[in-house]
């Protein structure tokens, strides 16, 4: 039997404690930017290197396997050798191989350097939750959460214009080089703030080893076939069917695992509370949600009005910036008694609604002005459903079962921010594939009335604009699908969570 986790003694609350907690914000916001930042400057990367598309989409393949797998297995490692020192090394590794990347003299090297940098950068975001649920005082726990809702706001839309920036105004290298500023002084205010616990090195023992191994391999398999799907052509790759197989196999054995372990990296038997269940599958579904404030402009704006990405950054600026501000005044606002959580969160799905409705409207005659509406639409509406949904979550987990929360909703939330990011692109190119066939269709059926001389000169015309329009009503039917999931998180809100209320003070023993 399992030794039960004791928790650790509450440490005062301080300035030096707030700094080091500022410094696993800073740490957790520079892995999400990261991420964010090479995915979208890959094609550059890949012209450096002088490597084709194909190989280069294993460079992100990997990094987000690494990635989702270390936040499946960081909080146990932050527990048994403290958070303090797990969170130095990790942020300090994380950084270094930022720093030594751009020396890599091969695909090989690159690939084998972003998979370490991905293990290092995916254990940072668990550490940050883990954090706040354990050191900040009820009074101000809802802005320490949301903090952590930056990185699912903040992070992901600021990353496009800071890839704009390194890719036409800077050195390419800025792309991996950009962390190192904010990778050090994240580490350095760590080691400052942190309380340091001892080493907990019995909890060897009591590892689910075998749980580690079937979440690693199977949530690698299932993110590797996500990313590679599309361009293997799915199941018609011996690769992807392996992968999806052993998928298949190891998740529900780790799944299986994890409910009769006596000290395991999910604690399942949390999602028998309701409130933790339903902040759960909203954050995960919410991605999906996200990507049409973001990437789906970004989309249009590239591949339709032939923007560079300097020129679509404001779109994702006009979202980024303001959560600075907008996140804490929704914790002010859900941190009264009389203000119910679910309300909010309805308010802000509502929002999204309308952004989406009006994005599916989307003609070829869009500009990026057009967009701005909707980008303050989302402004809004993603905070006030990712923040209150955080404080109904964690309102169920004590601190002592952070870990635990931690793990599960961080490593759900990488996977489903892959997941999401598939979703899209294979949406829009079926989608496209499908409209450009109906569109072709109709012409031909006229092209006949047409003499020969005037076919000739319209063919290429012709292509090129059934190619634009066929990408315009994917890009309206891809708003049309996320309102679909805006449509189900409403469903689920109105049956799943119960009244949540803000952070109570202890009560006096």
Known sequence: MAVPSSPPVPAPFTTRLALGLVGVLIAALTSGINDRVTEI????????????????????????AAEVSAMLIAPWFAVTFSLRRFAIVATFAFTLFGAIIPFAPNLESLVSLRVLQGLAGGALPPLLMTAALRFLPWHIKLYGLSAYALTATFGPNLAMPLAALWAEGADWRMVFWQIIPTGLLGAALIAYGLPQDPLRLERFRQADWRGMLLGVAGLSMLVIALTQGERLDWLSSPLITTLLLGAAICIPLFLLNEWFHP??????????????????????????????????????????????????????????????????????????????????????????????????????EWIRDDFYLLQILHTIGQPLVVVPLLMNATSVIQPVEGPFASSMVNTLRGLSSVMAASALENFVTHREHFHSNVLLDGVASRMPTLDPMQTAQATSVLARQVREQAYVLSFSDAFLAVLAVISVLLVILLTLPKRAYPPQPPVPT
Do not use: E
């Not at 028998?272 to 404030?293: C, D, K, S």
């Open 263 to 364: 000290l395991p990296l999910f604690k399942l038997q949390l999602l028998q509370r309701r409130n933790f269940a339903y902040g759960l599958i909203t954050l995960i579904l919410f991605l999906f949600v996200a990507m049409a404030g973001s990437g789906i402009p970004a989309s249009y704006l590239t591949q339709i009005q032939g923007y560079r990405p300097l020129q679509t950054m404001p779109t994702a600026l006009i979202i980024a910036l303001p959560q600075l501000v907008i996140a804490p005044l929704v914790a002010l606002l859900i941190n009264r008694n009389w203000v119910d959580s679910r309300y909010v969160i309805a308010f802000g799905l509502l929002l999204l609604t309308v952004a989406c409705l009006g994005g599916s409207l989307i003609t070829s």
């Open 41 to 64: 400057s890959l094609a550059d990367i890949l012209g450096i290197y002088g490597l084709g598309h194909d190989q280069g989409t294993w460079i992100s393949s990997v990094y987000s």
